[in-house]
């Protein structure tokens, strides 16, 4: 596929011809390094894939005579389509032939119009691809290559072609305007799961929880990228630090010495083939360890919080003494905390009681979005309710749990409804 001549010996690229059975970690640099070759070399360059072949020593002279021969035949109809001695049977057939190299010409110069648009589309080729999706690029995008690579065909088949290599690293011919550039980096796939890695470290030092919260609209996301045709660049491309396929390598291959840059480059090209032949399971392999991850790093934010909110706290001993307005807002805080009803915090906003917990509301009484109900114990880190005023808050015989399932704290418990609650500790001590 490639020649020798447009290749430097360092950058030699010439056994891709033979498939990428042969390919080894030299060629892969060398690929690397003619793709951004090439990438540089557009840039500079307005010529069109047609000046490429007209200045080109093995390109023009072929085109020149494949022209040559239209033609030649072009008008050798002309004279048979007009001859006044020909019948008319041989004048409809020259007439038709000439129709025929008509629609042959058009279908040449549309695949020749077709490569400096597709090559304009071809992004960054990603490493579900391997070797064989570079060099089906390269061969493509890179004018002074494809230039000495096309054939033209005529006949039903009419158009240019191109040799280039499948999805398996065979040697095929493929016609221009029929080229498709082999999968790219999933460049808006990779944001999403960075921005949701974001977003789990974030609940993580909110105190939102995982399960209601954070862990649907996780597992719906990357539902959604698994669906998505080019989930193979999110398990093999970077994800920031993260690379699934690296890591995988070492559980599917543990005797495989991944040092060394051979076996390295011979093991990611086998899990590619079972990626590609077993999707499924790898697509929820790869789910469950982005979900795993993901709940590590919520986990250390909400560690890291709690040891800064204990630090906090301890500050708060040594606190210098509040003023008479911070210890009547604080005050009512306690008291309506210690009433049952709504919750008063000290900057405005309202807690109300759902289901056991306190969900916030605006100074206006709009729900904050995006906000779960939180504990006591956060409605009290977010009052900045001191540490060792903290006793005052539901003192005395009526629990926390009990205000906020709504019961009343003022109204003394009946002799049956102690009896249950004795009987309820028993059994969860038991």
């Known amino acids: ?24 970690a030299n060629i892969t ?19 069109t894939f047609k000046d490429i072949l007209l200045k080109s020593e093995k390109a023009r002279p072929e085109l020149t005579s494949q022209i040559t021969k239209l033609q030649d035949e072009y008008f050798e109809n002309i004279k048979i389509s007009e001859g006044i001695f020909r019948n008319k049977e041989e004048r409809q057939k020259a007439v038709d032939r000439n129709n025929q190299i008509a629609n042959e010409l058009k279908a040449w110069e549309d695949d020749l119009r077709s490569q400096d648009l597709n090559a304009s589309l071809a992004g960054t080729v990603s490493d579900f691809e391997g070797d064989a999706g570079k060099a089906a690029k390269l061969g493509y995008v890179d004018k002074d290559i494809l230039a000495n690579n096309i054939v033209y065909k005529r006949g039903p088949n009419a158009g240019v072609y191109t040799k280039t290599l499948d999805k398996d ?28 890695q974001q977003a789990s470290v974030k609940a993580g030092s909110t105190g939102l929880d ?11 996301n990357l539902s959604k990228l698994m669906d998505n045709n080019n989930f193979g660049s999110l398990l093999f491309d970077n994800i920031g630090p993260f690379n699934w396929a690296t890591q995988q390598m070492a559980q599917e291959f543990p005797d495989a010495d991944l040092s060394d840059p051979e076996v390295y480059k011979t093991k990611r090209q086998e899990l590619r083939q079972m990626v590609k032949e077993n999707p499924d399971k790898y697509k929820q392999e790869f789910k469950d360890d982005v979900l795993r991850a993901y709940k590590m ?9 709690k040891a800064k909110t204990n630090e906090q706290f301890a500050k708060d001993r040594s606190r210098t003494p509040l003023s008479e307005l911070q210890l009547s807002k604080i005050n009512t805080f306690i008291n309506s905390v210690n009433r049952g009803g709504d919750i008063q915090f000290p900057n405005g906003d309202i807690g109300k009681k759902v289901n056991g917990r306190i969900q916030l509301y605006m100074e206006n009484g ?45 109204q003394p418990k009946t002799p049956e409804q102690l009896a249950q609650d004795l009987i309820k500790l028993y059994s969860t001590k038991k």
């Open 1 to 24: 596929m490639y020649s020798a001549k447009y290749a430097e010996a360092q950058k030699d690229i010439t056994p891709i011809t033979k498939g990428v059975s042969y390919l080894g």
């Open 29 to 47: 640099k060398a690929l690397d390094e003619k793709l951004e070759e090439q990438e540089k070399k557009a840039a500079k360059t307005t010529e």
């Open 169 to 196: 690293g065979n040697i095929v011919e493929k016609r221009l305007s029929e080229w498709e550039p082999p999968i790219g980096k999933f460049q808006a796939g990779i944001d999403t799961m960075i921005d949701t």
């Open 210 to 220: 995982w399960n209601s919260y954070v862990l649907p609209d996780l597992s719906n």
């Open 297 to 305: 790093d919520y986990d250390d934010a909400a560690a890291k919080e």
């Open 366 to 410: 709009k729900k904050y979005d995006g906000i779960a109900p939180i504990s006591i114990d956060q409605a009290m880190d977010r009052a900045n309710i001191p540490v060792d005023m903290r006793s005052e808050v539901l003192s005395g015989s009526v629990s926390s749990s009990a205000v906020l399932a709504g019961e009343n704290p003022t």
